[in-house]
């Protein structure tokens, strides 16, 4: 009776800690919409916890959701792209973008024209990776039935979009309106082709709202700006009848400046698109162009040149100020945006290009933010007009700030020049040089604060202020922060800047390419066999490891990750990065780690189905049917220790997935005592 139920306990543990996971399930149908055409509707219900990624995650990030439809030719065509309900955005600093995603619900949408009258079925695929403390890259497949009252709304035979089989040309969604996150999925009424916004969350457009609030005060502390502020409130309340009469009027031009700036956003967002942006942000020509736009307005503010919209702008404003009243202050803060373009220009330009990638309605949320710092002074000044003795003279110190924002300017137009890099992968602006690029920059700020180096702008500098030496010793400071980051520091701080470790000439730093240490000899990896991260060793293919294995006698420690799976990432750095794991992972087992989303296709003979149906076609294919078949789980990580005929070495716990470094340590530990 013991053994009977020791057995019982042994079968129930294996059986809850490895099984197969489907955090959402899904249903689908057809509908009409208002313009007669047919409607694909996916509805995903997810499990709490849990959170699906949208098709709009960037490259560099999780998995995104790909959508095929696989009866498209001759049968319907697709009418614009799919549309997916409400998202949520956020930063990721493992992998260093905004991901975006669903959770509890995920709805998305297809418009479709259908061209065979006798069609019966539409048939979809998708492919998407779902994530809580594991990962799991799932697929479904559909096959929806099309109404019979839809057959009179076949049209003749046109043109249709054959899909084929390579993931580059499956459907990518746009997005549902912003309107819709609030409520429910709406019903698409909008034109043909129409894309909606996609939604933002309100975390994301607050970060932006705060950079930009931010960049607004430093737009004041420029010389095309600051010298305004007391001319301005002066002349409302020298001009004004009463002292509230002016209070009024300043108030209105503060608000009229916002609305100039805000407008500009709306315009920026209108003539692009919401969705168009988003798109664009990892698209290769956009990242090229504001890399050159922003060295263009990093010279400008270096004294290269100044940037100046046509003088009769300024000149036909001015004239309408002469009108007096609502409109003449109204064109007054018109007047105040041209004249100070010059300055303001470059800011502006470059918080569009950051709330551009964003996508959605950030540019209107930047341009508030902005425009609101902008205003404020003008309007408190005009309530307390006695703060104007505390102002400080204008001087050569509005040149300095100019100067500062300019070599900020040029650190951040790397960035871009960087993404697009990554996206191509031409290893040009690798880790290292985009680190030491930055070094330069930061160290030639340091000597310019220092009065080491003067620009085309400058005055004499008899002596540095106590602000401007605080400001070199702060800059100064973080250039000798970067520097450890050439020989594989983190760098914490900048971590969503520079490409990843992975992507760099050395992945473990210059110098320590050797994972037994700087200046020891050089050994030759085995067949098969790559530097991971930390220097260890692993082999991406079973058989090769295994062979290995088998050679060194050692036992097997089986990684089932992705490239995409941020909690994969998480494990391998904060995790493997500790001392007493990391020693056994390099001293004790073979690491062998397969990719369950390596897209690479295998060859045709080794290409097969499953007795369950489903098609093994690539490289990650195999592993996740391996993990599946062998371990009755489909999630990632997933950690296996084995013997070198593939028998599990953790007797009560077989597998382990996303734990802390002491329990990870404990469980390597206990199945290597196993297999001695």
Not at 12 to 27: D, K
Not at 162 to 176: H, L, N, P, V, Y
Not at 364 to 374: D, E, H, K, P, W
Request: net charge neutral; hydrophobic share 45%.
């Amino acid at each position: 009776m013991t053994i009977l139920f020791s057995l019982l306990f042994l079968l129930a543990t294996v059986m809850g800690s490895a099984q197969i996971l489907e955090p959402v399930s899904w249903t689908s149908r057809i509908e009409k919409n208002a313009g007669g055409n047919a409607v694909v509707i996916f509805e995903g219900t997810i499990e709490k916890g849990w959170h699906m990624y949208s098709q709009y995650t960037p490259e560099g990030g999780p998995l995104a959701m790909e959508i095929a439809f696989k009866n498209q030719e001759g049968n319907y065509r697709l009418i614009g792209k799919a549309k997916e309900g409400p998202t949520r955005t956020a930063y990721n600093n493992v992998f260093g973008v905004n991901e975006t995603f669903f959770e509890m619900k995920a709805h998305i949408e297809q418009q479709i024209q259908i061209i065979n009258p006798d069609l019966r079925t539409v048939e979809a695929a998708f492919d998407f990776q779902v994530c809580k403390e594991a990962c799991i890259n799932s697929s479904k497949k559909f096959s929806i039935a099309v109404p019979s009252d839809f057959k009179t709304s076949a049209v003749g035979a046109m043109p249709a979009t054959g899909i084929t089989k390579t993931a580059a040309d499956r459907t990518r969604s746009e997005g549902i309106g912003k309107e819709q996150q609030s409520g429910g999925p709406a019903a698409d009424t909008a034109a043909p082709g129409q894309d909606h916004a996609l939604p933002a969350t309100g975390r994301s457009l607050w970060s932006i709202f705060l950079v930009a609030f931010i960049s607004g005060f430093a737009a004041l502390l420029t010389p095309c700006v600051f010298p305004m502020i007391p001319l301005t409130v002066s002349f409302f309340t020298k001009q004004s009848k009463s002292r509230a009469g002016g209070i009024r009027n300043v108030i209105f031009y503060g608000i009229s400046i916002i609305a100039i700036y805000v407008m500009l956003g709306l315009a920026v967002t209108k003539i692009f698109g919401a969705d168009a942006l988003n798109a664009l942000s990892t698209d290769v020509w956009f990242n090229l162009i504001f890399f050159a736009i922003l060295v263009v307005f990093a010279a400008s503010f270096l004294g290269a040149f100044e940037i100046l919209l046509p003088a009769s702008w300024a000149n036909r404003a001015d004239r309408q100020v002469d009108k007096g009243g609502v409109t003449g202050i109204l064109f007054m803060a018109l007047v105040l945006a041209i004249v100070s373009f010059s300055c303001t220009g470059p800011i502006v330009g470059t918080l569009l290009v950051e709330a551009a990638s964003n996508g959605g309605i950030a540019p209107v949320i930047g341009m508030l933010g902005f425009s609101s710092a902008l205003a404020l002074p003008f309007m408190l000044f005009a309530l307390f007009p006695g703060w104007l003795t505390s102002l400080p003279k204008s001087g050569g110190w509005l040149n300095t700030v100019k100067v500062v924002l300019g070599f900020l300017e040029l650190a951040l137009a790397f960035k871009f020049l960087s993404n697009a890099d990554l996206v191509l992968q031409l290893h040009l602006l690798e880790r290292e040089i985009f680190i030491a690029i930055w070094i330069a920059i930061f160290a030639a700020l340091t000597l310019y604060l220092f009065g080491k180096i003067t620009l085309p702008h400058d005055g004499p500098l008899p002596h540095i202020s106590v602000g401007r030496l605080s400001l070199g010793l702060l800059t100064l400071s973080f250039t000798v922060y970067l520097i450890p980051g050439l020989w594989g520091a983190p760098l914490k701080l900048i971590g969503a800047f520079p490409p990843p470790t992975t992507y760099s000439e050395s992945p473990l730093g210059i110098g320590a390419a050797n994972p037994d240490g700087i200046g020891a000899p050089l050994r030759k990896l085995p067949k098969g066999a790559q530097l991971g991260p930390h220097g260890i060793m692993a082999f991406h293919d079973y058989e090769d490891g295994l062979a290995y294995a088998r050679e060194i006698k050692k036992p097997i420690l089986l990684d089932f990750t992705g490239h995409a799976c941020v909690n994969c990432r998480k494990m391998e750095n904060n995790v493997w990065s500790d001392p007493k794991v990391l020693s056994i992972l390099k001293d004790d087992v073979v690491l062998i780690s397969l990719y369950v989303d390596d897209k690479r296709d295998l060859p045709e003979g080794e290409q097969y189905v499953t007795p369950g149906g489903s098609e093994i076609r690539t490289v990650g294919d195999k592993w996740t049917d391996f993990m599946i078949s062998k371990y009755r789980t489909n999630t990632q990580p997933l950690y296996v220790l084995t013997d070198l005929e593939g028998n599990n070495l953790n007797g009560l716990k077989p597998t382990i997935s996303y734990v802390g470094s002491e329990e990870y340590r404990q469980w390597l530990t206990e199945g290597i005592a196993g297999f001695r």
